[in-house]
């Protein structure tokens, strides 16, 4: 029969400084997406799209507020779950960068 491994609780968590490292990570997921926006205009390729709120999903990021971010600002709607480069709406990169993903509202 299995030994059991006494598991020792940590004596103190620092919940502030794993905040501070997600808002880190969302921070740089969103110049990311910015830097994607500006490359959009050029490109017309969604494919980083896509692989960005892939890497974004896996690390936990709230990837609704993303894709609405993108569909806000960018030339990207998303239709039964593909991603959709949209002609003819232009980005608005100066707007987007001074509105974090994480900070838009939903509906309820």
Known sequence: MPTAIP???PKRID???LNTS?????????????SLLADMEKHKDV???NKLIAAAAAASIDT???RLWFHLFGPI??????????HGKPSM???AMATPFWTLKLDD
């Open 15 to 17: 919940f502030e400084a």
């Open 7 to 9: 598991l020792a609780a």
């Open 93 to 95: 990169i100066e707007i």
């Open 77 to 86: 709607e998303f239709i039964k779950g593909k991603t959709k480069y949209k």
């Open 22 to 34: 997600a808002r880190e990570l969302e921070q740089d997921v969103h110049l990311l997406a910015c």
């Open 64 to 66: 609704i507020r993303l």
């Open 47 to 49: 494919r980083l799209v």
